[in-house]
């Protein structure tokens, strides 16, 4: 159990006491007047973030022709894997809860962006039986969480490849790293939670776990009949039934984070249908959590056919949900179909995860240490929709949190977050207080637009902090590097906003 953070379990949640005094109809409605923010410390030296390049696919230190064990995150080292850059994932799954084997064949299309005579997939645990590269057997060996394959022509840079990996077992989920427990494939007692931020894909299939290489996935998966298998994406076709087992197939068509991928398993009601505006919508609740799937479904489009007026275009071909029983106390944002490990989620958490479907999923983030992006933009989404829906004023969220000097958030700069306390509040509510304080700064009819433009710009690819200072600066017009230094890379509470 996370013990500080990820939505649904963090104190900030008592935020949500706070009232707007003025009720609202649009987000801007309850918005501050734009005041003159003092420049503070607008001479102290600029953020110290940019000298530690992204991680980027095919990156990572290249030893002669053997593509790099890690793809050159500084703060996860040996997560992802240097020489190739992947397009497509093809996953062929079949779980059962019973024994809780997993079989799987993975076909994995990359480019390569060096000569390979040698390169890496990232795989947790599970025994590998077979390997080929185009086609032909390959060679290969574990090494803690590294796939070594050898295949048996080198691969020249630029070409395109294709590795098949077969393997089966028991999958173990991570532990204990990250704040988090437990996360990955986390087996239940009739199928499986699958969670993976931020570098458990890899304990369910051989993957590029990282999320500076994204792909487009396709999922075939097969479980005991009666049970139902929710990847991302939509699904093709009606779900096949012979000898008493059922595959569903699942197509994500856009690209995704690795950690975003999920084959949730188990006993779930299903509803189908459309938001006011027409997009398709999947949610799934675990029996138990029935009298949820209706709210589930209309808040989920509801929320996100809002957010597509805030946010810019939905980034996806359809949105979702998914309740699973296992008490995980927590939602992760996976792409189309966030999930929520236990609990029936109150709207204010249904926003986060959706807003992660712009800020997390469609832009995704080069290098965890960036964190912020991803986590406070859906924070401060929370405090978007409290204003929306005329609970409270992200102004007066801010003030709240401002007003204890004695948080330990202030103390942890956001902009860098840290490997070893990566979901810390500071990279939520902190984050969240950095939009905040930029909005003030520069006013509503240029926050929201920027906005826009962010998500524009990045839609499906990557981004880093200082690309969000240099595009927060073109489009208000004005140096910010005081501010953002302030809020994102010093180790106090920067001064207050007016
Ligand atoms: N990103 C999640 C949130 O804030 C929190 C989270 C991080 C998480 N890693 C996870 C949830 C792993 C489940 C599993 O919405
Ligand atoms: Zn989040």
């Known amino acids: 159990m996370p013990t500080t953070t990820p939505t649904g379990v963090r104190a900030g949640r008592s935020v949500s006491a706070l009232i707007c005094a003025v009720a609202v109809g649009a987000v801007t409605a309850c918005a501050p007047s734009e005041g003159a923010v003092a420049p503070s410390q607008a001479a102290v030296a600029p953020a110290s973030q940019a000298a530690v390049a992204p991680a980027s696919p095919g990156a990572g230190a290249s030893r002669g022709t053997t593509g790099a064990p890690g793809i050159g995150d500084p703060d996860f080292p040996s997560d992802g894997n240097g020489g190739y850059d992947v397009q497509h994932y093809d996953l062929r799954l079949s779980y059962d809860p019973s024994s809780r084997n997993l079989a799987g064949s993975a076909t994995i299309q990359a480019k390569a962006s060096q000569d390979l005579t040698s390169f890496d997939l990232d795989l947790h645990g599970l025994t590998v039986s077979r390997v080929t590269v185009d086609g032909a057997a390959a060679s290969f060996s574990r090494s803690k969480d590294e796939l070594v394959i050898e295949p048996a022509r080198r691969i020249s840079n630029g070409d395109p490849f294709a590795v098949t990996v077969d393997y089966s077992g028991v999958p173990q989920p991570m532990r204990d790293s990250a704040n988090l ?92 249908g459309k938001s006011d505006k027409g997009l398709p919508i999947y949610v799934a609740v675990a029996d138990s959590f029935r009298g949820s799937l209706d709210p589930l479904f209309t808040e989920t489009g509801k929320i996100t056919d809002y957010w597509s007026t805030v946010f810019g275009p939905y980034p996806f071909s359809s949105t979702g949900g998914v309740i699973d029983d296992y008490a ?81 958030m202030w103390a942890y700069p956001p902009g860098t977050a840290r490997s070893d306390d990566l979901f810390s509040a500071a ?66 509470r920067p001064a207050t906003i007016t």
């Open 181 to 272: 427990g437990q996360y990955g494939f986390i087996p239940t007692s009739d199928g499986a939670f699958v969670t993976c931020e931020p570098n458990g894909a890899k304990t369910w299939f051989p993957s590029n776990d990282h999320p500076s290489d994204k792909a487009t996935y396709d999922f075939r998966i097969t479980v005991p009949e009666g049970l139902t298998a929710i990847a991302n994406g939509e699904m093709a076709g009606t779900p096949q039934t012979k000898a008493g087992k059922t595959t569903f197939v699942w197509q994500e068509k856009h690209p995704m984070a690795s950690y975003l991928a999920t084959m949730t398993t188990g006993k779930f009601q299903v509803r189908t």
């Open 328 to 408: 995980a106390g927590y939602a992760l944002e996976n792409q189309t179909k966030p999930i929520y490990g236990g609990f029936s989620p109150e709207p204010a958490i249904i926003a986060h995860e959706l807003a992660h479907q712009w800020f997390g999923d469609s832009l995704s983030i080069g290098r965890w240490r960036d964190l912020w992006l991803n986590e406070g933009f859906a924070t401060y989404a929370e405090w978007l929709w409290a204003e929306h829906t005329g609970k409270y004023t992200a102004d007066s969220a801010f003030r709240r949190y401002y007003a204890n000097a004695a948080d330990p």
């Open 427 to 492: 990279v939520y509510t902190r984050g969240a207080m950095t939009l905040h304080a930029l909005r003030r700064e520069i006013g509503d009819e240029k926050f929201f637009p920027l906005i826009r433009a962010w998500t524009d710009a990045h839609r499906y690819g990557n981004v880093t902090t200082p690309e969000f200072i240099a595009l927060a600066e073109r489009v208000s017009g004005k140096n910010l590097k005081g501010l953002f230094d302030a809020w994102l890379f010093q180790p106090k």
